[in-house]
């Protein structure tokens, strides 16, 4: 591999810690220490950019699938944890709106909760996490209007958005807190609120998951917004938002609910217009994303059989076009693929993606 072409080694989601994760998912005990020499080499990051995919959490992360845990990897991600929970509160105190990465899964506390959430031992954080997390269903009102408690006024890359946005994904927006809270019940693990905070995210994406984002020109309308002509991904796409409709069902105890999010997977997973508009094999927004959430699914589902043909002809697509992906990596290179592929989670690895 050339210099250039050299990913960041302690991101998880493009670096050497992803490949490392591979190796420890397949048993190959010396390719995976190699991978993590290599990820640590230029140090690791415990500063403002440090999540589950980056740095000091990222490593927890990846050791602790090798059933390895490192004190002092521990304690800088609690200390990691501690600020930006700090930080969230002044943020509530003030009545500012939150950014993306205060709370989504790739940069904020929602992945920094499901780090906790998946610690072979318990930390007093992770209910200050979900306390959190949970808090974000209580409305705000900003200018006169009331809005969402996660409501941005900024995109996925910091972008100003006009009036802002709700983010509905998986990956940045609330149905990455949805999964978050309702697997934390699935680990006997509860604050208070936290079913009625379930129940508000499960509904407005009952109403809005149909779009990657809402707007407030939409808030303004009474006719709910149709469906976009989007890609079904994991990280925005309607796979991705079914799957935790599914585990907030679980939580709830909602078989109609449960019901329903299945019935969408499948539909999906069969329509040959929406499955043209994915164009690679990754797991952020391809195949092996499709993938390993249809196969979580169907675990969870009390007819599983009616996934089986869908998983076997999206495997056969996922393995015709994994080689043609052009970056090594977990989200959207070959690694991510090749753990789909392999169809193992021995490790837990796709907790990582809120899959489980």
Known sequence: MTAAARPR???????ALGVALLHIERGESASARSSLVQAVAGGVSAGGNASLFHGAPALEFVLSRAGRSDRTVRDTVDRVVGTRLAAARRRQASGALPHLA???????????????????????????VLAYLVSLAQPVRIKGQKLPGWWSETGP???????????????HGIAGVLAMV?????HHLQVPGQHDAIGVFARWLDTYGCCYWTTRDQLSVLVPPEPEPARPSWC????GIARTQQLAALALGDPARRRTAEDIVVRTL?????????????????WAGLLTVARAVADDSTAPNRFTPLIEDLSKRLAADLDRLPK??????RTGAQLALDGTNTTGWTSALLIT
């Open 182 to 186: 309702s697997l934390a019940v699935r």
């Open 236 to 239: 925005y796409g309607r796979i």
């Open 157 to 171: 890359s910091g972008e100003e958005m006009d009036g802002g946005h709700s983010n509905n994904g998986v990956a």
């Open 9 to 15: 080694t302690q991101d998880l989601s493009e670096g």
């Open 328 to 333: 090594p990596g977990f989200l959207e290179g």
């Open 102 to 128: 205060e709370f989504d899964l790739i940069r904020g506390l929602t992945g920094l909760g499901t780090l906790l959430l998946n610690r072979g031992v318990a930390s007093p954080l992770l209910k200050e």
């Open 270 to 286: 069969a329509d040959p217009v929406g499955l043209g508009r994915i164009t690679d094999a990754s797991l952020c927004h391809g």
